[in-house]
């Protein structure tokens, strides 16, 4: 290998580095509609929550598939009872579900058709990469039991009681499921808050349900791992007599009141929680930083905690044209090389996807560049041309346009 050959970089890191977000409300990031628009509601990246601050911390990419509304039993199948997820309940209502919640108008922060533990099942076997699981469910099994007259509202032991078995049993299988898949890496369930730690029965009703919540964590092997969300709120409520609204932890309303979903500062505080939990548990989830160099025969070099997945050095694409861009696949575990004649090599675990003849590219390919979510990617070539590869799509080019200099590479928005 000729290591005076010009290179090109691209950002790595050590292994691969998803985490997938599980649960209801809180983990989507919720706001109540008193203090946001509908065209909000239109774009899930409005709505920011604590996975969000966990995978900036830890360097991972997130992929947060939690929905407003969802309960233990409709994570389980889409069919059944939610809180407004894939259906709501209805008091008065002849009968539930009452079809119909948040999922039918507007966008989750991961597209799914189904219910969200078998999209959880999918992407893990998909995406053997994923170093992190969190999850929060289970409050809207009790607010559901909390509207519902037959059950007293939930405020008899045996409603209560019966609110807790379903949480604890639909969890184990929620567990049983993920650890199904064959990944064995940390699961960390974050327990619920109190609204008001000066309410003697909301913080009973809090402290109940996650009971329920932990009694679960050893249902599966390797155990899932319990972060302390009721301590998180609790501790910064009490200089405020226990009041969480006056805390600045939840959403305040127009009148005053405040909502039960957290506030950014909220989720920070649950986010410190799972890192808590993680830490205490030993566990290191971090992808550390590193780059990789290819070089123009297709020889790769690795730095700091980059991993190898092999080289073009040897193979026909580089014999015949020389190496001239290298795209990581987001969250690692694989990259493209790409030479000037347009040909794409795969590593590791990027997709080998069609390609075009060199004839088709009409100049030189000079850069490539990953779609976001991996499944494709776009190559440029030296007269302004862009082509979409995969899941890549096009929003215009140079190619035919007057240039004063070549183009020399490309990079992605978003």
């Not at 709501?88 to 989750?108: H, I, K, M, W």
């Not at 920070?268 to 929680?273: H, S, V």
């Not at 190559?379 to 346009?401: C, H, K, L, P, R």
Request: with cysteine; charged share 10%; hydrophobic share 40%.
């Amino acid at each position: 290998m000729d290591l005076a050959q010009p290179a090109t970089t691209a950002a790595s890191t050590a292994s691969p580095g998803y985490y997938l977000a599980l649960g209801d409300s809180v983990a989507f990031g919720y706001r109540p509609s008193q203090v946001t628009t509908n065209a909000q509601y239109e774009n899930a990246d409005n709505f920011a929550a604590y996975p969000n601050d966990v995978a900036a911390a830890e360097n991972l990419v997130l992929v947060n598939a939690s929905c407003p509304g969802e309960t233990t039993s409709s994570m389980l199948s889409a069919t059944a009872q939610s809180n407004g997820c894939e259906n709501s309940y209805d008091p008065n209502a002849s009968t539930n579900p009452v079809p119909g919640g948040y999922r039918t108008l507007f966008p989750l922060h991961a597209s799914y058709t189904g219910s969200q533990i078998a999209f959880a099942e999918q992407f893990l076997k998909a995406h053997p990469t994923t170093r992190l699981i969190t999850l929060d469910i289970g409050a809207n099994d009790a607010f559901i039991c909390e509207a519902d007259p037959e059950r007293d509202d939930c405020t008899t032991q045996s409603a209560l009681t019966e609110v807790a078995t379903q949480v604890e049993t639909n969890l184990a299988q929620i567990y049983q499921d993920l650890r199904g898949t064959g990944y064995t890496g940390p699961i960390v369930t974050l327990d619920y808050y109190s609204t008001d730690y000066a309410s003697t029965t909301g913080t009973a009703g809090t402290e109940f349900l996650n009971n329920a919540i932990n009694a679960a964590s050893t249902s599966v092997s390797p155990p899932v791992i319990t972060a302390n969300g009721y301590a998180a709120f609790q501790a910064p409520s009490a200089a405020y007599g226990g009041n969480t609204c006056a805390a600045g932890l939840l959403v305040k309303l127009p009148n005053g009141t405040c909502n039960v979903h957290p506030t950014l500062a909220g989720h920070r505080l649950l986010a410190q929680a799972i890192e808590q939990a993680l830490t205490s548990a030993k566990i290191s989830v971090a992808n550390p930083p590193g780059y990789r160099t290819a070089a123009a025969d297709g020889g790769m070099f690795t730095f700091g905690g980059s991993a190898f997945d092999g080289s073009g050095v040897g193979s026909s694409a580089a014999a015949t044209s020389t190496v001239v861009g290298v795209a990581e696949v987001p969250g690692g575990g694989g990259y493209w090389m790409v030479t000037a004649a347009g040909t794409v090599l795969a590593f590791g675990h990027a997709e080998t996807l069609p390609t075009l003849p060199a004839s088709a590219f009409g100049s030189p390919v000079v850069g490539i560049a990953a779609t976001p979510d991996g499944a494709g990617y776009w190559e440029v070539a030296a007269d302004g041309g862009i082509f979409s590869f995969g899941d890549a799509g096009f929003y215009g080019s140079m190619g035919g346009q007057p240039l004063n200099k070549p183009m020399v590479g490309m990079a992605t928005t978003g």
